[in-house]
């Protein structure tokens, strides 16, 4: 019966997991990102800032993520082209609680740097809606 139980809760953990990365919630989350990412190309800050995750926002002030945009992404210019490189599902990222996390990275060009790599992390919030949490350009 203990054999069971475990074996039925595996599946069930298992389930939640599938569930959890499937390629709906990528969708979901890379959508997320995609109108995130347009704020940033707008240099909408302020509002980037607003509509992030609770991960991001625990993390930097409003004024201090506001700095960071100013200093190192707007001198790269208007947004020539995007491409997404790869979709990850995790449950775990450095410095970052436990949760649910797509690692999103682009092929991205601007008017003053032809290449480069966005990172854009969407997570699970808890009121069940995908919000960014991080975001790196290199």
């Not at 960071?68 to 990850?88: D, F, M, Q, T, Y």
Request: aromatic share 10%.
């Amino acid at each position: 019966m203990k054999r069971l139980m475990f074996c039925l809760l595996g599946l069930g953990f298992l389930a939640l997991w599938m569930c959890a990365c499937s390629p709906d919630n990528k969708k979901i989350a890379e959508g997320a990102a995609s109108n995130w990412l347009k704020l940033v190309d707008s240099a909408n800050y302020a509002q980037s800032w607003d509509d992030a995750g609770a991960v991001l926002k625990a993390n930097v002030a409003k004024d201090q993520w506001q700095e960071v945009l100013v200093r190192n992404r707007a001198p790269l210019g208007a947004l020539i082209s995007r491409k997404l490189r790869s979709a990850e599902y995790t449950t775990q990222l450095p410095g970052a609680p436990d949760g649910q996390y797509v690692v999103l990275q682009y092929e991205s060009g601007f008017e003053h740097k032809n290449s480069a790599i966005e990172t854009v992390t969407p997570t699970l919030d808890k009121d069940g809606q995908w919000r960014v949490c991080l975001y790196v350009v290199r």
